[in-house]
């Protein structure tokens, strides 16, 4: 009987979801090869180089919505991150504090081909990750991408070898933890910096009543990107120091449990 | 005239529809908070492909958000606001995935120490061992 309830209240709920979402979208085929007016004015506007009023600096769309027209949102939603984590490396490393330092296992983990090929995708996914993140203003991509294509690496090496393997390759605690504060850092200096031209905050680009001329978006030949570029770059450290911060202190609860230590 | 891409969107939608429904039931009916959790990942994945197909485009030309040349005449620009799908869901989406990972360790975590607490993963369980009615790590 709540079995039968539980469906009832799923399919009623979802229904009504989804049949908002198309009286709003299904009204005709027609208006399907429209986008929303939103939309439209920031794909004319990201990279229009003739009418520099609302542009963004940026020929990748997503990117600009994601740091110039909506900054705020993506701020905030570094601080949900920002939250989430902590909450998850107080409790791991609450649990560290009790055990004491784990010992360090030698040997172990997976076969020879499997830590070869781990050896040669550790390298791979960490250019690859850096790529991402560093061309995310003119190729999709950009921190986020970046960062949770960084924090794959460490895992890789966590199930193939042990965490102890990752640990010593580097990826300590305090370290991570450093260089996720230093992205922080990074991204309030880049966010906060046009204040002190009179600008405004998270500016971009030069705009109406602001002192602040703009971060660069071109130096000579290079194509810069304006601040989207150290964006992107410091959230990429950000997200990928949360990850492998989150899997360390996984391991140390892991630890607290009596388990085999593999993360 | 009703175009293949057009039933395929509309195709879309149901499936995902079903998907969420699922996913929903899941979180209500499922005792363990492990597959409780895995039903709560389902349902934040659809949320995610909701908000992207609503800002795409049922067209012959559509194009990706991106624009493809550093130097565009003003013949692209206009070609480009009306061909490229809708940037800002997939602005929004790219933060709600990383946001959903970080709620789903957290969430992870808090298992994790439910199971070191009362040794076993199951709710109904968790309150009878509160209860005193049954003993922990059983």
């Known amino acids: 009987m709540r079995k039968a309830s539980y469906i009832a209240l799923a399919v009623v709920g979802c229904a009504a979801l989804t049949l908002v979402a198309v009286l709003g979208t299904f009204a005709s085929p027609n208006t399907l090869s429209r986008v929303r007016a939103l939309g439209e004015f920031i794909l004319y506007n990201t990279f229009n180089v003739f009418s520099k009023r609302w542009w963004a600096g940026s020929p990748e769309a997503v990117t600009a919505v994601l740091w110039d027209y909506r900054g705020l949102d993506t701020i905030f939603e570094t601080t949900v991150l920002y939250a989430a984590v902590a909450g998850c490396v107080v409790l791991g490393y609450t649990s560290l504090l009790k055990r004491g330092r784990g010992r360090d296992e030698a040997g172990g983990g997976l076969t020879v081909v499997v830590k070869a090929a781990t050896k040669i995708l550790f390298a791979l996914i960490l250019i690859t990750s850096v790529n991402v993140a560093l061309h995310g203003y003119i190729t999709p991509g950009g921190g986020f991408a970046g960062g949770s294509t960084f924090a794959i690496a460490p895992l890789l090496v966590i199930a193939a070898y042990s965490t102890e393997k990752v640990v010593r390759m580097g990826f300590r605690f305090l370290s991570s933890a450093v260089m996720r504060s230093a992205g922080l850092l990074a991204l309030a200096l880049v966010v906060l910096s046009p204040l002190i031209y009179y600008g405004f905050v998270l500016q971009n680009q030069l705009k109406p009543n602001s002192g602040f001329p703009g971060y660069p978006a071109f130096l000579g030949p290079l194509f810069l990107g304006g601040s989207l570029l150290y964006l992107n770059f410091a959230e990429f450290l950000v997200v990928g120091m949360e990850f492998v911060l989150v899997f360390l202190a996984f391991h140390f609860m892991d630890k607290l449990m009596g388990g085999e230590g593999s993360g | ?138």
């Open chain 2, 1 to 138: 005239m009703v175009s293949v891409a057009y039933v395929i969107y509309v195709a879309s939608f149901i499936t995902l529809a079903c998907t969420a429904a699922v996913g929903v039931y899941g979180v209500l009916a499922k005792r363990n908070i492990i597959k409780k959790i895995i039903a709560l990942t389902i349902v934040g994945d659809t949320a995610n492909t909701f908000a992207i197909l609503l800002g795409f485009r049922v067209s012959a030309n559509v194009m990706p958000p991106v624009l493809p040349s550093l130097n565009p005449s003003k013949e692209l620009l206009t070609r480009f606001a009306g061909a490229a799908v809708d940037p800002v869901p997939q602005a929004l989406v790219i933060t709600a995935i990383v946001i959903n990972l970080a709620i789903t360790a957290f969430l992870l975590f808090l298992a994790v120490r439910i199971y070191s607490l009362y040794g076993t993963l199951d709710y109904g369980k968790v309150i009878r061992v509160r209860r005193g009615e049954l003993d922990g790590e059983g």
